[in-house]
């Protein structure tokens, strides 16, 4: 069974903070994904990275897939309120593109 | 902007008792997937289907859930009998194809189960 260890569990912060959550796992992956939920919703894709090293930016996130495809690390700058929520990775891997999902990070980012 | 779209939102059901959620995928969409979300985890791959074939349902508990997805177009899962255990957050997702395609997920169901 592949699994993939979020850290931290639970994250609170102010306004204008920075912030770094990880992914770790033993297993290599062909892609990961980053998603957010919010409360009674589905989980919302942020970015996908697919190549060792890869760095992918969206606005104030940044997103990074370790060399060995094995763990990688969403960092938020000057974080909002509107940028609370459940942020969860996804290892892709096998003939079907199967996504084993973490267990999240939940992030409240206080006004 | 198409959605994913699932019924009910909740539902309240007593153990035992046999439950259904359906799924409607957005147009188009080859492949569906059903997860389950148990509160303070990620989702976990129920079933995954490739048009109306199931591809994948390693994770479904083949003795009380069922899956189907008879025209290819939407699908529906049944749980007979509902255990305590199987509260959860029930989320169906849909892409173009099987591949490194993104998936679209719908709302899901709430269940509880007393």
């Known amino acids: 069974t592949q699994l993939l260890e979020q850290s931290p569990q639970f994250l609170s912060i102010q306004e204008g903070e920075n912030l770094t959550v990880y992914c770790n796992s033993s297993s290599v992956f062909s892609s990961l994904q980053w998603y957010r939920q919010e409360p009674g919703e589905g989980p919302v894709l942020l970015v996908t990275?697919?190549?060792?090293?890869e760095v992918k930016k969206l606005k104030r996130l940044t997103f990074q897939f370790g060399d060995a495809r094995k763990d990688s690390s969403l960092h938020i700058t000057a974080a909002q309120p509107g940028d609370t929520g459940l942020y969860l990775c996804a290892g892709e891997t096998g003939s079907n593109y199967k996504l084993t999902f973490g267990k999240g990070t939940l992030l409240t980012v206080n006004p | 902007e198409a959605e994913v779209a699932q019924s009910p939102r909740y539902k309240i059901t007593e153990k035992s008792q046999a439950v259904a959620f359906w799924c409607d995928p957005i147009?188009?969409?080859?492949?569906l997937y059903w997860y389950r979300q148990i509160l303070g985890q990620g989702p976990e791959l129920l079933v995954q289907f490739q048009d109306e074939s199931v591809v994948d349902d390693s994770q479904l508990p083949k003795d009380r859930f069922s899956a189907e997805r008879l025209k290819g177009v939407d699908s529906t899962l049944k749980i007979q009998p509902a255990e305590l255990g199987d509260s959860a957050m029930y989320l169906c997702?849909?892409?173009?194809?099987?591949?490194?395609?993104?998936?679209?997920f719908g709302p899901g169901t709430r269940l509880t189960v007393t």
């Open positions: 990275v697919v190549t060792g090293g």
């Open positions: 997702a849909s892409s173009y194809r099987t591949g490194l395609y993104e998936q679209y």
């Open positions: 147009s188009g969409h080859a492949t």
